[in-house]
């Protein structure tokens, strides 16, 4: 420590002493008198001489802090080599093109709205009643003006929006409502209508199986536990059969609602295999089918018996006059026309409901994907899937997801804890789906392995780290010494002690985002367009802090 004290000394000591010197030749004429001969002179010369020496070691002594105060900025500033981790800051969010308001919105960035241009997939966690609906889903549905498919739990995003997105955006509103909730009407959709498209056209037939495989798989999906598959497998027999006929001989009556009436009643059933064993469609597809049926009929009544029940019990939601019967019995508006750019269709569930029907919610959203996909029309659709999870398994989804951006889908998943993504996919089918989203949004995180998996994701930081050598004795100088350690960006404990108001946004191509985010009455004009909440109520009679400029509707 005693050699830092010799260090600033000397630049103070020569600064002293070149000073001294200098005043005392300024002053020696005053204190000797003049004329001055030649040894005062001299004498003044030596002093100005020692004075500048001083005045010049004072300045070497100078450059030679300024030159170890740059090494030690150097030597203070981190290498990198445990990582370069940083939160990307508004500028690079601006070069990104994240500050063009014509995308998806996102959050904010110091107070500055973020939103997504890209043409990928997105992909959010939020546990339940953590502001996923007032904060993301109603705000872009104020927002964003073209197609969009949204599962609306309770109801509640269609009663805000839909006269919204009829108004100012000129779209056609359709509501699948079943239960009708808060007065919202209902609009028939067929999932099956495909399938009849199909079976009515002989250029196109080639991939009616293949759909019907698809369906079925949506109704009766493989579980994680594979075991009994041979049950399954028999009971999906069965509705494979049953729907190819329905398509094929009776386009008018492939319903959900009328397939469950078909393998329900055993005697309807022995008919329309007699009626499949007949059959010269398909090349004989459907006659094969009919007599495999027939054989199992037959020869091991029982066991088809139980194939039967296992069909039964996956249609039991469409039983004819249930909620859904009538409702997926025919169709208001073609799945395909959601392409043009010009419709907002609503699947409303109650919430109790979800668990029990979430079937159904899978497989219109299936198909609505299906349709989208193989429309030659320009145009694209979001798929904004709150409650993803109790969509139950979407065939093919993951499989599609990486060409369905290309055929204009664009999915929005969004789910309470990634760990139901998992029980439903697997863990290496998560992967695929998450690798395929762009954007990947968190907040409220409150379980410790997600907390790990994303500080994991947010990589590591350098840091300098300086120890204290005190010596043996107390005489001795205690001794300094820098070193580097790795750190992550945020530690798993900070990520679920994150605010309220805050959230972490992947975004490929830019550096990790800490931004914020709040609810879509705090901008000004969303709190006006929305209509009355028909669960929580008006809106909060606040001030916006954020306002969005809009073109005037004509």
Known sequence: ?????????????????????????????????????????????????????????????????????????????????????????????????????????????????????????????APARSGKSAGVVTGNLLHYQSSVVVTDPKGELAAMTAAHRRKRFGQDVVIFSPWK?????????????????????????????????????????????????YFRDGSRSIMRAVLLYL???????????????????????????????????????????????????????????????????????????????????????????????????YLAFPTDRIASHGAALGLIVNQAISAVARSPEKGEVLFLLDEFANLGKLSGLAESLTALPGLGVRVWIIVQELAELVRLYGPNTTETILSQAEVKQFFAVNSDQLAQKLSRALGQKTVKTLSFNLGRTDD?????????????????????????????????GVRPILGERMPFWFVAPWREWAS?????????DVKPRLRLDYAKKE
């Not at 050699?3 to 005043?23: E, M, R, T, W, Y």
């Open 1 to 125: 420590m005693a050699g830092k004290d010799d260090k600033n000394g000397s630049v103070i000591g020569g600064l002293l002493i070149g000073g001294s010197f200098f005043a005392m030749a300024a002053i020696y004429p005053d204190i000797f008198g003049t004329p001055l001969d030649a040894g005062d002179n001299f004498r003044i010369g030596v002093m100005q001489t020692f004075g500048g020496l001083g005045l010049f070691s004072a300045a070497m002594a100078g450059y030679g802090r300024f030159l170890r105060g740059v090494s030690r900025l150097e030597a203070l500033k981190p290498s990198g080599i445990y990582g370069n981790a940083e939160f990307a800051d508004l500028a690079e969010c601006t070069e990104k093109g994240l500050t063009d308001p014509s995308g998806l919105y996102l959050g904010l960035l110091d107070g500055v709205p973020l939103f997504f241009n890209g043409r990928a997939h997105l992909f959010l966690d």
């Open 181 to 229: 909730l808060h007065g919202l009407p209902c609009h028939r959709i067929n999932p099956l209508e495909n399938v009849i498209a199909l079976a009515g056209d002989p250029a196109l037939r080639r991939g009616l199986t293949d759909e019907v495989k698809s369906i079925v798989m949506q109704l009766y999906p493989e579980p994680e536990d594979t075991r009994n598959r």
């Open 247 to 345: 398509a094929l001989h009776a386009p008018k009556r492939c319903t959900l609602p009328e397939m469950w009436r078909l393998i329900a009643n055993p005697l309807r059933l022995e008919r329309a295999v007699e009626a499949m064993r007949k059959s010269e469609e398909l090349g004989g597809i459907l006659a094969d089918l009919g007599d495999d049926l027939a054989s199992q009929m037959r020869d091991n009544a029982d066991l088809f018996g139980d194939f039967r029940a296992g069909a039964i019990q996956q249609l039991d939601i469409f039983e004819p006059g249930g909620y859904l019967a009538d409702a997926v019995s025919g169709s208001d508006v073609a799945l395909a026309d959601l392409k043009s750019g010009k419709v907002s269709f």
């Open 476 to 508: 001795d100088d205690i001794g300094e010494s820098l070193g580097e350690t790795g750190q992550p960006l945020m530690r798993p404990e900070e990520i679920k002690q994150m605010g309220a108001d805050q959230q972490l946004l992947l975004v490929n």
């Open 532 to 540: 009355v909440n028909p669960v929580e109520g008006d809106c909060p």
